[in-house]
Each structure stands twice: as structure tokens, then as C-alpha cells.
């Protein structure tokens, strides 16, 4: 982003007032002399031709004049490192919108922590404005108005293209009409009496093109509750007119009560299209939920957890070419690799991969084996799954400085090499995902108040890239720095390429680089 610096207001002179002139004494004076006693109100400003050209219009060179204007608006062009660099007193950041291609944000009554973009009808890479995106999001309310929370079903629309000076020069000029829109937020609310830590949505496979898919929400509670709501007829109000929510439609489809803490990992399985979701609390355990009762939407837990974790389990993954296997990022340093059939509820992989925090995950859908997580001091980093088979790597010595000796099932934790780290952001990690449709993409969002996007395809050895926009300790593999104050979670729109929404301390972010 640019800083600008602020404004001097130029002085504005008082216009030339007209008057009468006296005429001068003597009325037999002939008419060229009676001529000369009127004054050219102009006849100071110049005394030849050659002389306007050079003064300009405002009686000054126009080198001059031009110089003073640059100076008024003076840009500082130095590309501003947030958490690096700081603002000088008058100074504020403000978005270099050449730089997007679409850029909204839009603000809720109390912030939410977590939130998931929901499929939609519209149609795959769709790229006409103006844009629309469906999505649930759960409130994080005043602890003494915990009553005020919500579980929110909004339908973002009028999403417009930035506008562009060049925009009557495209191809698309002719359409650019109706491209632009005022970006509206409708929502549909569904009362929950605790703050909402993590919140996943699953869409039910489509029975019939008549019948508007079911979609589900999974919700981990400040309460240590797993909710599960179906928001299908709430989706169902915003396009169908006459749509009517019943109460009992408020109200969760099952409760769920496995965990004895509180947690913040939730996702559900996408090769089970009947839904299958996992569960991790503060305590260090994962729980495993299913349909109990497909046809009345009741669900149910395994009584026995996966347990191995030491700290609490920060977030979960699985895999998405083998639906029995899952991933999971914990406090305790170690990300763990299991599988649901086994009886002993143990990891089949336990590797260490930080010596602090692992707060989020994120699982290629591309390239099945590389996984990315983001860690509590601001690292993140790629590992190659391929590498982490027992007996790979080194064995750690563990936090008390003793040689760690601890051995799972899968024959001893692991410590391999990242094929790829990072540790730009100057504050946690709160949020990671891959591009949907590029494998060499990821997003990132810090508790450093910047959500960046990386190319991971640029190669460190790449001489063009050595030097990145002049700034030091800057990776060639960063591509594009986006400011959002308190960012908590971000998402790829899988349908609409490019675009990334993230939520925030301030409410929702929508845009699209031209980066990506």
C-alpha cells in the first residue's frame, strides 16, 4: 500500500473586481486620446504575445505552477510494509485500487470469528460483475450480551468491479453497464446463546433439480457444544419470494455434547455425502459424529476419541482423495495423521513440525500430498506428506531438553524438512487455505493485521525476483499484502476465480487482485 501524505490547500486569490475609471480632464480631447485614459485592466499581466505563452494561465510559468501541484499532491510511492514500516504523524494507509479488481467490505451488528462460503447455483469461474456470494457466519457478542449471538445465513450481492479509467477501452465495455452495483448484505438470522468459535457448512448432494439441495451447519460453541442446523429454507428465502422460516426451523437439528471443553477445530468430510464430522476440544481430543437417523436428520457421537495430542487441538483436515484419513494441528507442536477405522484411536503418522503452536491447517485439493500449516509466531510452512512415513526424518529432543523417546503406533514421532517455509508475518497465523483451482497458490491470513497471497510456483534461486519491489527480507514468492484490522479467518470462493473473503475485527472483506 501507498501512504499519502497530507494535502496543502493552495491559497485562492480574490478575482479582479471591475470598476469605473475616471475619465480624463478634457472633453475636446479626440478619441484616441480620450482611449488612453482608461486602464487595461489586463495591460500589467503581459506587454507582448510572446509573453502569455511562457506565463501560463495564471500569470506564472507553467514549470513553476506544475511544480507547486506535485508538491500538493505528493505521493509517497515507497511500497509501506505493515508491521514494518510506520505512519508519520498526518499520515494514514489508504488501498492502491489498481491494484484490485474487485474490493467491498461490509460490517455486522458483533464480529464473527469464523464464517464458510456456501456452493451456489450460479454457475463455476463465473467472472461477469456484479458478483454475488452466499455464506454462514457465527457472532462473537459482548460477554454480557452473549444472548445477542447469532448464526448468520447472508447472501452478499451487488459486488461490483473497481471502476477503471481504461474501462471504456476493453472488450468488455460494452457490458460495463451492468457491472456496476451498490453491494448489499441480507441475512437471516438464527439465535445461539454462546459465542460461535469455528463453523463449517456441508451441502448435500441435489435429489432432484426441483428440490434446492439440503445444507448444513456445524457449529463448535464457546459452551463446548457441537451444533448442527439446517439453514436450507433460510438459502431457500433469499431467491424464492413468499418463503416462510418456522421457529422449529431455528432451532438446531441436533446438540451434541461430547466435548468436556471447549474447541475451535471443525470440519466435515467431502467424500461422505451423507456427511461425516470431526470435533477437537481444549482437552486434546477428537470426536467423530455421524447420521444417526439419515431421514429425521439426527446425529450422534463416538463415545471413545482420537487421543494422542498433548495441548488443545487448534484444527482439523481431511484428506480429499482418501475419505477415511484426516489431519489434525495442535498447540503441542505436532501435526497428526489418522485414520477413522482404526480401533486403537491412535495417529498412524506423528510428526513435529514447530516448537510452538500449530493453529491452522490446510490440505492441497490438487496436490493430495503436500500440506500447509501456520504456526503461533508467524511461520508458515509446506510439508511433502510423501516424507512422513516412520523412521523419515530425525527424532527431537522434546521441550524439557530430554531425548524424546515418546513412540506412537506408527513407530516414533517424526521431524522432516518443509519443502517450503515462511516467516514474514510479524504475529500469529490465524488462517491458511489453498487456491482452489492453482496448486501453487495459497492464502494467508496474521494476527499482524494482513492477509497475504503467495506463489509458491517462483523459484528461490529466480534472478528477477531476488530484489522484490525494492524492500529487504520481502520473499519472491509474496505476491500481494492486504490490509485488514483483527482478520480471523479467510476463504477461497471456489467458484468465482480469484476472489477471497475474510472476516475480521471491522466485519467481512470481499475483493479480487489482479495478481491472481
Request: charged content about 25%; some cysteine; overall charge negative.
Amino acid at each position: 500500500m501507498a501512504k499519502r501524505a497530507a494535502e496543502h490547500e493552495e491559497a485562492v486569490k480574490s478575482p479582479l473586481k471591475r470598476g469605473d475609471r475616471p475619465l480624463p480632464s478634457g472633453a475636446d480631447k479626440d478619441a484616441d486620446n480620450l482611449n488612453e485614459g482608461f486602464e487595461d485592466e489586463f495591460e500589467d499581466e503581459y506587454e507582448s504575445e510572446d509573453e502569455i505563452f511562457e506565463a501560463g494561465v495564471d500569470g506564472r510559468p507553467d514549470t513553476e505552477r506544475e511544480a507547486e501541484e506535485k508538491d500538493a499532491m505528493d505521493v509517497d510511492q515507497q511500497t509501506f510494509m505493515i508491521g514494518r514500516n510506520k505512519l508519520a504523524a498526518g499520515e494514514s494507509l489508504a488501498p492502491d485500487t489498481s491494484a484490485y479488481e474487485m474490493l467491498h467490505t461490509l460490517s455486522t451488528t458483533w464480529p464473527c470469528l469464523s464464517f464458510d462460503i456456501l456452493p451456489d447455483e450460479l454457475g463455476s469461474a463465473r467472472k461477469t460483475y456484479p458478483a454475488t456470494i452466499y455464506a454462514v457466519a457465527g457472532t462473537q457478542a459482548d460477554s454480557k450480551r452473549s444472548r445477542d449471538n447469532e448464526l448468520m445465513v447472508m447472501k452478499l450481492s451487488g459486488l461490483s468491479r473497481m471502476e477503471k479509467l481504461n474501462d471504456s477501452d476493453s472488450e468488455d465495455s460494452e457490458d460495463s453497464g451492468d457491472e456496476s452495483a451498490d453491494p448489499i448484505l441480507e441475512t437471516r438470522s438464527i439465535p445461539l446463546s454462546s459465542t460461535t468459535n469455528r463453523i463449517r457448512a456441508h451441502r448435500f448432494p441435489a435429489s432432484t433439480s426441483a428440490i434446492a439441495p439440503k445444507t448444513l451447519t456445524a457449529i463448535m460453541t464457546e459452551s463446548a457444544d457441537l451444533l448442527i442446523h439446517d439453514i436450507t429454507p433460510h438459502l431457500t428465502s433469499f431467491d424464492v419470494p413468499g418463503t416462510t422460516i418456522f421457529p422449529p426451523q431455528k432451532q438446531p437439528v441436533s446438540t451434541l455434547k461430547p466435548h468436556r471443553s471447549e474447541g475451535y477445530a471443525v470440519a466435515w468430510s467431502p467424500l461422505f455425502p451423507e456427511g461425516k464430522l470431526l470435533s477437537g476440544d481444549n482437552d486434546g481430543k477428537i470426536f467423530l459424529s455421524s447420521p444417526s437417523d439419515p431421514g429425521a436428520g439426527k446425529w450422534v457421537s463416538d463415545t471413545r476419541p482420537f487421543t494422542g495430542h498433548t495441548g488443545s487441538v487448534e484444527d482439523i483436515a481431511w484428506s480429499p482423495n482418501e475419505r477415511n484419513v484426516f489431519a489434525s494441528a495442535s498447540s503441542d507442536g505436532t501435526v497428526k495423521v489418522w485414520d477413522v477405522r482404526s480401533k486403537s484411536r491412535k495417529p498412524a503418522v506423528d510428526a513435529r513440525v514447530v516448537d510452538t503452536d500449530v493453529n491452522v491447517l490446510s490440505w492441497s485439493k490438487l496436490t493430495n500430498h503436500l500440506l500447509a500449516t501456520g504456526a503461533e509466531d508467524g511461520s508458515w510452512a509446506v510439508w511433502d506428506l510423501r516424507q512422513w512415513k516412520p523412521g523419515a526424518g530425525s527424532t527431537p529432543a522434546n521441550p524439557s531438553g530430554a531425548s524424546s523417546s515418546s513412540a506412537s503406533n506408527s513407530g516414533g514421532r517424526l521431524r522432516t524438512t518443509p519443502v517450503a517455509s515462511f516467516a514474514f508475518h510479524t504475529d500469529q497465523i490465524t488462517s491458511l487455505e489453498w487456491h482452489p483451482t492453482d496448486d501453487s497458490i495459497v492464502a494467508v491470513a496474521g494476527g499482524d493485521n494482513t492477509l497475504t497471497l503467495w506463489d509458491l510456483a517462483v523459484e528461490l534461486d529466480d534472478e528477477e525476483s531476488r530484489d522484490t519491489a525494492g524492500v529487504a527480507d520481502v520473499p519472491p514468492q509474496l505476491l500481494f499484502v492486504h490490509y485488514m484490522e483483527g482478520v480471523r479467518e479467510l476463504h477461497w470462493h471456489g467458484q468465482i476465480p480469484g476472489v477471497v473473503v475474510a472476516t475480521g475485527s471491522g466485519g467481512f472483506g470481499a475483493f479480487k487482485t489482479i495478481s491472481v
